[in-house]
């Protein structure tokens, strides 16, 4: 797999309408792994809400390949705080929970992530969580299992990821469940069996858009 970055700006001319600029911080799940830049959620998400009159634009997205909460902290969350956002989302774990990364560490740094974020954005409620999928049901998931159960330990993790979210009152996505219809429609998977296709991650980001509007009206 390789890393794509990009800076891909998609703003609308709405008048009178507050400038969103939007960081996208992740992992292959949130870069579009499986297909091209322009069908990731992040950009599909910026057209939709502009298109629905919000000025927004995709002012970057560091997200990369294999990178954990770790990889937030120390090679993303510089480019977040320089690229001064005021709405941010984060979509990050499953690869703590592939190299074997335990929960307390990851509740840790999950914690760490959250409140760097929150300290820098202008208002601390234009932020939006999002669960991790569960690769599992994938062709190919279980090539990285190492023996355990894969929505058992996806799930825990977003167990974490809910309660921090809710003790600070922050909106989230859950892409667990439905993540699961990978495992029934190959139509979802992109040709390496593990990431979305284009569809899958079209059919992702038509849950994570009424949450943002929500957060952004």
């Given at each position: 797999m390789h890393y794509h970055p990009y800076r891909f700006i998609f703003s609308s001319s709405a008048y009178g309408k507050e400038q969103i600029y939007l960081c996208c911080l992740g992992d292959s799940y949130t870069i579009g792994t499986g297909t091209t830049a322009e069908n990731s959620w992040p950009v599909l998400l910026s057209k939709h809400l502009s298109e629905n009159g919000v000025s927004i634009v995709l002012a970057v997205n560091p997200s990369h390949n294999g990178w954990t909460t770790k990889d937030v902290i120390e090679r993303e969350l510089p480019v977040f705080e320089s690229s001064n956002p005021n709405f941010a989302t984060l979509l990050i774990g499953v690869n703590d929970w592939?190299?074997?990364?335990?929960?307390?560490?990851f509740r840790k740094n999950l914690v760490y992530i959250i409140e760097k974020v929150q300290a820098k954005l202008p208002d601390k409620?234009?932020?939006?969580?999002?669960?991790?999928?569960?690769?599992?049901?994938?062709?190919?998931g279980a090539m990285y299992s190492n023996g355990r159960d894969i929505s058992k330990?996806?799930?825990d993790f977003n167990s974490i990821i809910l309660e921090e979210a809710k003790k600070r009152e922050i909106k989230t996505v859950d892409l667990y469940a439905q993540s699961k219809e990978m495992g029934k429609d190959k139509s979802l998977v992109a040709d390496d069996g593990l990431h979305p296709s284009a569809k899958g991650y079209a059919v992702w980001e038509k849950l994570i858009y009424p949450v943002v509007y929500s957060v952004l009206k």
């Open positions: 592939v190299q074997g990364m335990d929960e307390k560490t409620s234009k932020f939006v969580l999002i669960t991790i999928p569960d690769f599992g049901v994938t062709p190919t330990g996806i799930a």
